[in-house]
């Protein structure tokens, strides 16, 4: 039985570049690191790869929500398109809970974090997109009271947004 959620894995060209968004910006805190070199026949079985290194940090928000950013050696990464539309196949973004979204939307546009457009509301929920440092595309989103399901919100009502 599957029991939660565990952590979104991101590939970096560069642990110290993008830690410090998730760290200074969005408030994470560095659970730990962890380095393996070539050889590592039980990481290569895992990850599918031959000959593989890498190193990664764990980070985590306050609610408990973690991600884990790798940098690998080897093989050599091939970089992702920084600008890659949402709809492409693959994992294409992830969301993280706000409790106010406009003041974390000014916030962030101060630091130069680039936004799509300003948040939109959709009366269960309130979001936008922006982008890391390496181009991930992040939703912040900020869920209305009285709409324990977002989606249902936003598919099954015409009404006036709710005050907040």
């Not at 200074?24 to 393996?36: K, N, P, R």
């Not at 928000?61 to 196949?89: A, C, N, Q, R, W």
Request: glycine fraction near 10%; charged fraction near 25%; proline fraction near 8%.
């Amino acid at each position: 039985m599957i029991t939660g959620f565990g952590h979104v894995g991101i590939s970096t060209s560069s642990i110290q570049r993008l830690l410090p968004f998730y760290v200074d910006l969005l408030g994470c805190t560095v659970m730990g690191e962890f380095v393996w070199e070539v050889g590592t026949t039980r990481i290569d079985k895992v990850v599918g790869l031959s000959g593989s290194s890498a190193k990664s940090v764990m980070v985590r928000f306050s609610d408990g929500v973690l991600i884990e950013i790798f940098e690998y050696k080897t093989p050599v990464p091939k970089p992702k398109m920084p600008d890659h539309p949402v709809h492409d196949h693959g994992i294409t973004y992830f969301c993280l809970l706000v409790d106010d979204l406009e003041s974390e939307y000014r916030r962030l546009i101060k630091k130069g974090v680039p936004f799509n457009t300003e948040p939109q509301d959709f009366v269960s929920v309130k979001v936008t997109y922006c982008r890391d440092p390496d181009g991930n595309i992040i939703e912040l989103m900020e869920r209305a009271k009285g709409y324990p399901n977002p989606i249902v919100g936003v598919i099954a009502t015409g009404d006036a947004p709710p005050k907040r």
